[in-house]
């Protein structure tokens, strides 16, 4: 199982806090994050000291240099990849039930900001399935995104629930979140690169569709079963939106979803065009992208001895019998600049009322100070949270690329 543990910036055991997973053997099941606010990283921006408080009292504790500690966060992310930031003020701005009060953590992968004791309903559409041959069904995908919303809502009523205060606060607000799959390999099969403009228009029309469509679905289930007991004084009643979920929308990082679906995980980059994924620990398996597999059939570049060289490297950018232009649609994670990265995630953002699960991929030459820079491009994109992974930060990844690993 996975669990994660969130630390406000201003407590006064966060030094301790950010480095408890330092020796890589502990808390191998949790992951960490720092909550952290737009005055801490202000106070970071201008090189100030900000207070610290005790959670029990709220009184003052005492003052840290903010860079100082800013600092420790990113050694540790650079060195083990946690923790990442939630950017917590950032997350009550767009909380909708901001009249329950405030949140203060997430779900174990960030994609959702929860209260106390509410739980977390999760699903995932894969995108891929409604390319049609350079042609998207958007009329498919509406369809299935308001199926997906009506069993959703079902799950919330049918779902026994471990405490009778899970099942109240879930109830309450009925959040979910729906999500995507397959977005990779949707934009593979699409011919347009991940990181470009036109990679970002189809994420930002994709993700307005799926949102639209969804609060449409949760509206007409308003009118017919009613308005979540939260409604009243949330935001949708302040702009008028009857709605019976509270929040519709989550991209989460569908991990063992996508393995069962044969697609590219959440809203990521492919890790690699053909890479080592380790199954029943010891065991290694080749996995070859399909877009990529067929492409290279049709264009007749297919080899064993290619398919061979693809998975010792992982991308296919220095391999020169690769058409040019395929080269260029097909990158992965570390062919992508951060910067790219957080571009997409801050994008993808304006439609999804949750959040976004999404890894910032470094390779193992990355210095500290690209970690550092990616920290504050995600704050000041108005990301709801940030996490990194630098390849080779954990001797047993899962997923591998390179010969010997």
Not at 14 to 27: D, G, P, S, T, V
Not at 179 to 186: E, K, Q, S, T
Not at 267 to 275: R, T, Y
């Amino acid at each position: 199982g996975a669990n994660m543990a969130v630390l406000r910036v201003d407590h006064p055991d966060i030094i301790r806090f950010i480095e408890c997973k330092r020796n890589k053997n502990r808390l191998k099941n949790f992951n960490v994050s720092v909550a952290v606010t737009d005055r801490f990283m202000r106070a970071v921006e201008e090189d100030r000291e900000y207070f610290i408080k005790n959670p029990r009292t709220n009184k003052f504790f005492g003052k840290l240099r903010a860079r100082d500690v800013f600092a420790v966060i990113t050694q540790n992310a650079w060195k083990t990849g946690d923790p990442g930031l939630i950017f917590i003020d950032e997350i009550n701005r767009k909380h909708p039930a901001k009249h329950l009060g405030e949140i203060e953590t997430t779900n174990q992968c960030a994609e959702a900001p929860l209260l106390p004791n509410e739980s977390c309903c999760l699903g995932s559409i894969d995108v891929n399935k409604f390319v049609m041959r350079n042609h998207f069904n958007w009329t498919g995908l509406k369809e299935t995104v308001r199926t997906s919303v009506h069993f959703l809502d079902n799950a919330i009523d049918v779902t026994t629930y471990s405490t009778k205060e899970t099942e109240e606060a879930t109830k309450l607000t009925r959040k979910f979140g729906l999500g995507i799959m397959g977005f990779a390999d949707m934009l593979m099969n699409l011919g347009i690169k991940y990181d470009s403009e036109q990679g970002l228009e189809i994420g930002e029309k994709l993700m307005k569709f799926i949102k639209d469509a969804a609060y449409e679905m949760s509206e007409e289930l308003a009118k017919k079963r009613g308005v979540c007991p939260a409604w009243k004084g949330s935001e949708h009643e302040r702009v008028g939106r009857k709605i019976r979920n509270m929040t519709c929308i989550a991209l989460s990082p569908t991990g063992t979803r996508s393995i069962f679906a044969d697609t590219s995980p959440g809203c990521e980059p492919v890790f690699a065009i053909s890479f080592h994924k380790t199954v029943l620990e010891s065991n290694q398996v080749v996995s070859l992208n399909k877009a990529f597999e067929r492409i290279a059939h049709e264009r007749e570049f297919y080899s064993p001895e290619l398919i061979n060289k693809v998975t010792k490297l992982g991308s296919i950018q220095t391999i020169k019998e690769i058409p040019k232009d395929v080269r260029d649609i097909f990158v992965t994670a570390q062919d992508i600049d951060p910067e790219w990265h957080i571009k997409m995630q801050s994008t993808l953002q304006k439609h999804v009322d949750n959040a976004i699960s999404k890894t910032i991929n470094f390779p193992r030459t990355a210095a500290i100070r690209d970690v550092e820079n990616a920290y504050l491009l995600a704050w000041k994109a108005r990301c709801k949270g940030i996490t990194i992974y630098r390849d080779g930060s954990y001797e047993d990844q899962v997923i591998t690329i390179g010969e010997g690993l």
